[in-house]
């Protein structure tokens, strides 16, 4: 076998509801996950060792050492079946690298199907959730996909129906921000402040059950967008391009700075992806739908 490719898709928080800080510095969080038609794919190749390699227009801001998650995926699986991680994996990447889009994520479950594969383990589903988990709080959802209510640090799942097809477009911005510096913002923000339990709002879970984009529109919230708007002001220009540009509702996603808006059909998103680009707001928008497959195993060619 020369190689498996595994195609990961990025996600939108459809709501990202943030509990105060816990002793052990983690939040409580009501996430709720839309994978989104954006994709990195990932292949593992027969190596001696194991080695990253990363082509892309973000892949100098990728790291090819152990640090990076889809390296470390193949370790913790490799320890699990007593066996050597030698594998060459080869992240094809076209979600924005610290973009609030979980494309390590994404790579992090990519890494571990492909791996799970060529190696020929057949390891079970739950067994592949839990090394997911022990990655990070947002890399089972990449390999479920679809759309997901994580609660805990995010990391523990209920699968969600959706009803429809959502059109969004996304603003990728110039420099990323680091996940845990936005929730560190969060904190300073919330200090002396009394914040609820974090928890899915129901209208939200309706409107993407029933597949309707203006109440998603109205359900969409995320309690991250006040911290990353104040480490970056600038978003709130972009916010305001693609709302008036006829976009539904315009959000940070997860923990920014790329910013998303859902819009009511293909014709639109086309259009707004156009007014961002053309505001000099944004590094550049893309248009993409949802639900999304999760992490899947693609023919081999
Ligand atoms: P999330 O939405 O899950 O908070 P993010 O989309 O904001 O994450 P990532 O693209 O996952 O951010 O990257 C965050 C950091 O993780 C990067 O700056 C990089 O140093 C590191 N990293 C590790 N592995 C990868 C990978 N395979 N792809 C991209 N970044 C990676």
Same mark, same amino acid.
């Given at each position: 076998?020369?190689?498996?490719?595994?195609?990961?898709?990025?996600?939108?928080?459809?709501?990202? /509801?943030?509990?105060?800080?816990?002793?052990?510095?983690?939040?409580?969080?009501?996430?709720?996950?839309?994978?989104?038609?954006?994709?990195?794919?990932?292949?593992? /190749?027969?190596?001696?060792?194991?080695?990253?390699?990363?082509?892309?227009?973000?892949?100098?801001?990728?790291?090819?050492?152990?640090?990076?998650?889809?390296?470390?995926?193949?370790?913790?699986?490799?320890?699990?079946?007593?066996?050597?991680?030698?594998?060459?994996?080869?992240?094809?990447?076209?979600?924005?690298?610290?973009?609030?889009?979980?494309?390590?994520?994404?790579?992090?479950?990519?890494?571990?199907?492909?791996?799970?594969?060529?190696?020929?383990?057949?390891?079970?589903?739950?067994?592949?959730?839990?090394?997911?988990?022990?990655?990070?709080?947002?890399?089972?959802?990449?390999?479920?996909?679809?759309?997901?209510?994580?609660?805990?640090?995010?990391?523990?799942?209920?699968?969600?129906?959706?009803?429809?097809?959502?059109?969004?477009?996304? /603003?990728?911005?110039?420099?990323?921000?680091?996940?845990?510096?936005?929730?560190?913002?969060?904190?300073?923000?919330?200090?002396?402040?009394?914040?609820?339990?974090?928890?899915?709002?129901?209208?939200?879970?309706?409107?993407?059950?029933?597949?309707?984009?203006?109440?998603?529109?109205?359900?969409?919230?995320?309690?991250?967008?006040?911290?990353?708007?104040?480490?970056?002001?600038?978003?709130?220009?972009?916010?305001?391009?693609?709302?008036?540009?006829?976009?539904?509702?315009?959000?940070?996603?997860?923990?920014?700075?790329?910013?998303?808006?859902?819009?009511?059909?293909?014709?639109?998103?086309?259009?707004?992806?156009?007014?961002?680009?053309?505001?000099?707001?944004?590094?550049? /928008?893309?248009?993409?739908?949802?639900?999304?497959?999760?992490?899947?195993?693609?023919?081999?060619?």
């Amino acid at each position: 076998m020369s190689g498996v490719t595994v195609r990961v898709p990025a996600k939108v928080n459809a709501q990202l /509801a943030v509990g105060a800080a816990r002793p052990d510095g983690f939040h409580d969080l009501a996430n709720v996950f839309l994978a989104v038609s954006l994709y990195d794919e990932v292949t593992a /190749a027969p190596a001696d060792g194991l080695t990253v390699t990363c082509e892309g227009p973000d892949a100098d801001k990728v790291p090819l050492d152990r640090t990076n998650l889809a390296a470390r995926a193949a370790e913790l699986l490799a320890a699990r079946h007593g066996i050597a991680p030698d594998v060459h994996l080869h992240i094809k990447k076209d979600i924005p690298v610290a973009g609030g889009m979980a494309g390590g994520s994404a790579d992090g479950a990519g890494a571990l199907l492909a791996c799970d594969a060529l190696w020929g383990l057949g390891t079970p589903r739950d067994v592949l959730l839990e090394i997911c988990a022990e990655l990070g709080s947002d890399v089972p959802f990449s390999l479920v996909g679809g759309a997901a209510l994580g609660t805990g640090r995010g990391e523990k799942l209920t699968e969600l129906p959706v009803g429809g097809t959502f059109h969004w477009v996304f /603003a990728v911005a110039d420099g990323g921000l680091s996940t845990p510096v936005v929730f560190g913002e969060f904190d300073r923000l919330a200090e002396g402040v009394d914040i609820p339990e974090p928890a899915a709002s129901p209208a939200l879970l309706e409107a993407l059950a029933t597949g309707d984009t203006a109440a998603l529109a109205a359900g969409l919230a995320n309690d991250l967008q006040a911290p990353a708007l104040s480490l970056r002001p600038s978003l709130a220009a972009t916010l305001a391009v693609g709302t008036d540009a006829g976009a539904l509702a315009a959000l940070v996603s997860g923990s920014g700075p790329t910013t998303a808006f859902l819009v009511k059909d293909a014709e639109t998103a086309t259009a707004v992806a156009a007014a961002l680009t053309a505001s000099g707001t944004c590094r550049t /928008a893309r248009v993409a739908t949802s639900p999304a497959a999760g992490a899947t195993v693609l023919p081999a060619v």
